[in-house]
T-cell receptor, first 118, second 113 residues
């Protein structure tokens, strides 16, 4: 158990709909990352938050948005869903914003939210 | 794309044999990490090697890094059926946001009892 909790585990919805994925990081971790895993693209970095602030943006579509709340949990909002958005969405957390001498740079991943768009 | 490439895509071996997976990447890195993913599950960090390191060990795992060839290898010795999983290398590129990992496509390892 990584200590990162993601809900829901599975989600089936229709094209055009909007969903929200939730992530609770490990206790004490300030950084939250969102990754998408699909057959087409593999594992892709979407976005990172650190202590409530957006830190880095990757291949995140404009239809997608995220935020990190004061209690450090994060939500990924996916709107106007398309068939191609079907994927496993992972949240990961780490203590700091990156690799330092005091940490290993390791990310702790949740079990993912499997989104199916029909 | 800055994603790395693993080789082979799939590897099938008997219990007790060693498994070697390779990873190549594109530009200068800060560090390279290996993760394991059981089918449909989350990724689990195995080992991290920094750009100034050449070899690292953790239990039955041995990782090497050759920055001149921009490649790394993961060796699992005396493999077990429970090692069956997908293995991904992930790089943190120099100058990139630390914590932003670029993953390869993974090697699917099957260990037969």
């Amino acid at each position: 158990d990584s200590g990162v909790t993601q809900t829901p585990k599975h989600l089936i919805t229709a094209t055009g709909q909007r969903v929200t994925l939730r992530c609770s990081p490990r206790s004490g971790d300030l950084s939250v990352y969102w990754y998408q895993q699909s057959l087409d693209q593999g594992l892709q970095f979407l976005i990172q938050y650190y202590n409530g602030e957006e830190r880095a943006k990757g291949n995140i579509l404009e239809r997608f948005s995220a935020q990190q709340f004061p209690d450090l949990h994060s939500e990924l909002n996916l709107s106007s869903l398309e068939l191609g958005d079907s994927a496993l969405y992972f949240c990961a957390s780490s203590v700091e914003a990156g690799v330092t001498s005091s940490n290993t740079g390791e990310l702790f991943f949740g079990e993912g939210s499997r989104l199916t768009v029909l | 794309s800055q994603q790395g490439e693993e080789d082979p895509q799939a590897l099938s071996i008997q219990e007790g044999e060693n498994a070697t997976m390779n990873c190549s990447y594109k530009t200068s890195i800060n560090n390279l990490q290996w993760y394991r993913q059981n089918s449909g599950r989350g990724l689990v960090h195995l080992i991290l090697i920094r750009s100034n390191e050449r070899e690292k060990h953790s239990g039955r795992l041995r990782v090497t890094l050759d920055t001149s060839k921009k490649s790394s290898s993961l060796l699992i010795t005396a493999s077990r059926a429970a090692d069956t999983a997908s293995y991904f290398c992930a790089t943190v590129y120099r100058g990139s946001t630390l914590g932003r990992l670029y993953f390869g496509r993974g090697t699917q390892l099957t260990v037969w009892p």
